[in-house]
């Protein structure tokens, strides 16, 4: 073997064993991140009762929005499918599974009566019910994504929201109307998460403290599930799909099954989001599934960074987490008005900053959060790489 040979073989051995050290690195700072969330209901011992119900179902929500999030910015970002009809597949996963968890005791004799009364499945299995249901949904729209795109996909998905609306809001034995529908009781495996008491540590979990565990499961799976997806063989095809369709089509990508795969997968993760906000509302209304929805979620995904999932997490905490903080911070806060007062509330402050913060991103860093982490990262890098500090540039 040549000397060149050896040379070139030994730096690619180098260079497979860097990134293996960088890949066990980053495993091993999320899973650090996994256990420091798992531990932090541990640590709301020090506020009371409201502080911690607070935080908790804050927290719940938050990882209701980071599910969505990633639907979403696997769509847009992963496949270049815009889609403006998120808050549509998270209503179908929500009232999905409301009507799949009812009891059906109170089943009458009229069809209406009976679809009202529901299907009686277990927590569990009443959630993967409503994924598949809100990825069947996405499945049905599909062929209108392989006509269209650009600009003219996401209008037309957005006629989704204003058909789910008025669904919503007529079909009362449904979706309850205006009224909405009480969510029923959790019940995981035998444990109810009203009733049942748990302690830990010296710690009583509350029904939002029970629910922050299986938000946090929810969001680990579908993040892992995420990353293995664009690892494969589907993410370098949704990856070429983005870039160019032409392209994609010339190198044997089946253009068409692919974007029907990325609208079902998207939307099933919009079905999973559904289901842990119905669960942490305990009640839902339609009025909770409009355009302002679709718009929260993709401020997300800008702020957070297109197609990049830890992006798609942190956008979601920041998004989701605001207006709750401003909110109960709102007497400390010279610039938030309380409700009702005609001035700037803590939504509208919410939205102003989120707003800011796209613009901003937009201006200076497009990549969003995520570009920024990285340009991080490779300064930190090179600071470590650098045998000898910079000097400082001597005094004329």
């Not at 209701?64 to 815009?82: E, N």
């Not at 919410?350 to 991080?376: H, K, N």
Request: net charge positive.
């Amino acid at each position: 073997m040549s000397e060149v040979a050896a040379a070139r073989l030994e730096t690619s051995a180098d260079v497979a064993a860097a990134r293996a050290a960088s890949g066990r690195r980053a495993l091993a700072v999320r899973a650090g991140v996994v256990a420091l969330v798992a531990l932090f209901p541990l640590a709301l011992g020090t506020f009371d009762a409201a502080g911690q119900d607070f935080w908790l179902q804050s927290g719940v929500f938050a990882f209701a929005a980071m599910i969505g999030a990633l639907g979403l910015t696997l769509l847009v970002g992963g496949a270049g499918q815009l889609s403006l009809a998120h808050s549509f597949y998270v209503a179908v996963g929500a009232y999905g599974y409301v009507y799949l968890s009812s009891p059906t005791h109170e089943k009458g004799t009229t069809i209406a009566s009976s679809i009202q009364a529901g299907a009686c499945f277990p927590t569990l299995l009443a959630m993967a019910g409503a994924v598949l249901i809100a990825g069947f949904a996405g499945l049905l729209f599909s062929p209108i994504s392989a006509r269209v795109r650009g600009i003219y996909l996401g209008v037309a998905s957005l006629g989704l929201v204003f058909v789910g609306q008025h669904i919503a809001f007529n079909a009362q034995s449904l979706s309850g109307g205006f009224n909405g529908r009480d969510v029923p009781e959790v019940n995981l495996l035998g444990f109810n998460f009203d009733s049942t008491p748990l302690s830990f540590l010296g710690v009583t979990f509350t029904r939002n403290g029970k629910l922050w565990y299986l938000g946090l499961a929810g969001v680990v799976l579908a993040y892992v599930y995420y990353v293995n997806v664009l690892r494969g063989r589907p993410g370098r095809a949704l990856r070429c799909l983005r870039d160019s369709e032409v392209a994609a089509s010339v190198l044997g990508v089946n253009v068409v099954r692919y974007k029907a795969y990325a609208f079902t997968l998207s939307s099933m993760y919009a079905g999973l989001a559904g289901a842990i906000y119905a669960l942490v509302y305990h009640h839902i209304v339609p009025d909770t599934f409009g355009l302002g929805l679709t718009v929260s979620f993709l401020a997300m995904i800008v702020i957070g960074g297109l197609g990049s999932p830890g992006g798609a997490l942190v956008g979601a905490l920041f998004v989701s987490a605001l207006p709750a903080v401003l909110a109960k911070y709102s007497d400390s806060l010279p610039f938030i008005a309380p409700t009702g007062s005609g001035g700037v509330t803590a939504g509208v402050a919410a939205q102003f900053v989120y707003g800011a913060a796209v613009i901003l991103l937009l201006v200076f860093e497009p990549g969003g959060v995520a570009s920024l982490a990285r340009r991080l990262v490779r300064l930190v890098s090179r600071i470590r790489r650098s045998p000898h500090p910079p000097r400082q540039k001597e005094a004329a």
